[in-house]
């Protein structure tokens, strides 16, 4: 009796410093993630030391990329309303595609972009724009898949950093009756028109290095 | 009749060990310093293509290993290089995508991404075994490669070996400083 009684100690001991050593995880990854953005007094945010830009208001959730993959960082926001009710936002230094003359390229992503998803994207208009001070492809897409009851709207920009294609690219999930929700686009449009390099990218670098290197 | 058979199951146990230790060294270890193995492979360019004739002595190459045409990882791999090739292409550096799809099927795969590299075809699994890519062990044995970026340099010794998802960000690095080591030689 004795020992059964010490056992439920033990493990309820065990299972207190789990939950001690869980929440502290916790306040390790939410300090890491808060410590991303900081203010300024333009109204903007810096994004570690690499760029600022507009964020967006109150009920948008950030989301970073740690471990390097298909976009860099950028923002999500849940909807009400049926499944998949939601619009992200994200900064993409490898967007889909591969062609470095942005009409063709946004063609390529339009042709991957949601094919997981079984929704071809079909470009509706392009026009031509500027952001981060440099010339930019606006690209609005959509496509639906009335299997999976979905369909997605997209505004993706495209530009150069030296010869390299990233994109800032905004996307909205609705079921197929779902009502898209513009003014989303809106603070979008803000995010991108604000987007500053605080310094070189990575491509503008290796391209300068091998350009020394060649001599 | 008890002690036949325990020492029966001794038997069949110590002999799937051994086939066991010896496909992993069969599979094993080409490693970073090691001589380029060399190739021949049927490929996308309507000819075949030959390391000993093709790259070594002129180019470094990255050998982009993939388990299959169009599966989505894959697919990624060979986009990847393709955004960087005019980075590697001014670093004096070649690409070659291989599986174990055949030449049509490779065919349709580079046209539909328009790649502007070859993809060769290892149909069978030797190329596969020299480096170090079949057999796969997990999750299940396949046949398919797994997916592997080798670097050998232009003087054909391997420079550099990582397996899954390739870090491009670190290979060019690396390619600058290659191509800095092998500056005016």
Request: charge should be positive; aromatic fraction near 10%; charged fraction near 25%.
């Given at each position: ?46 994004y570690?030391?690499k760029y600022?830009f ?11 990329n740690?471990?390097?993959g298909d976009f860099e960082f950028g ?14 936002m994200f900064y993409d230094e490898e967007p889909f595609g591969s062609s470095r003359?942005l009409?063709?390229r946004a063609?390529q992503y ?20 500027e952001v981060a001070g440099r010339p930019a492809l606006a690209v ?16 993706v920009y495209f530009f150069k950093t030296g010869e390299y294609v990233v994109t800032l690219a ?22 991108a028109?604000?987007f500053k390099f605080?310094?070189s990218t990575f491509y503008e670098e290796m391209e ?8 | ?79 990847g290089?393709?955004r960087n ?83 491009y960000k ?16």
């Open positions: 009796m004795k020992s059964k009684t010490a056992s439920k100690w033990i493990l309820g001991i065990f299972m207190l410093a789990m939950i001690g050593f869980s929440l502290g995880g916790c306040a390790t990854t939410g300090e890491k993630l808060k410590s991303a953005l900081t203010a300024t007094d333009r109204g903007t945010v810096l570690e030391d600022e507009k964020p967006p208001p109150q009920g948008w959730s950030m989301m970073r740690l471990t390097g923002f999500l926001k849940l909807e009400k309303g049926e499944f998949p009710s939601q619009t992200t003359d009409e063709t063609k339009s042709t991957f972009f949601l094919v997981g998803r079984g929704i071809s994207m079909e470009i509706k208009k392009m026009e031509k724009g609005h897409m959509e496509g639906e898949n009335p299997y999976r009851n979905e369909k997605a709207k997209s505004t905004c996307t909205q999930w609705r079921p197929m009756n779902g009502t898209w929700d513009l003014e989303l686009f809106n603070i979008f449009e803000g995010f028109k604000s605080l310094k300068q290095k091998i350009k020394k290197l060649k001599g | 009749m008890h002690k036949k058979t325990v020492l029966a199951l001794a038997v069949v146990s110590i002999l799937f060990l051994l086939i066991f230790a010896l496909g992993n060294a069969w599979a094993a270890e080409l490693k970073v310093g090691d001589e380029a193995p060399g190739f021949i492979l049927s490929s996308t360019l309507d000819k075949d293509v030959n390391y000993y004739r093709d790259y070594y002595g002129k180019y470094h190459l990255i050998l982009t290993f993939i388990a299959n045409a169009f599966g989505p990882n894959c697919t990624d791999d060979v986009i290089h393709q090739l005019y980075l590697y292409e001014r670093l004096n550096t070649k690409v070659l995508g291989v599986n174990r799809d055949d030449v049509v099927t490779n065919k349709q795969f580079v046209q539909a991404l328009s790649l502007d590299f070859p993809m060769g075809s290892s149909v069978t699994a030797r190329v596969g075994q020299e480096h170090g890519v079949y057999p796969t062990q997990e999750p299940y044995p396949s046949p398919r490669f797994k997916r592997r970026t080798i670097i050998f340099d232009k003087a054909g010794i391997v420079r550099y070996i990582k397996d899954g998802s390739p870090d670190e290979i060019l690095n690396f390619l600058l400083n290659l191509e800095e080591e092998f500056k005016g030689k």
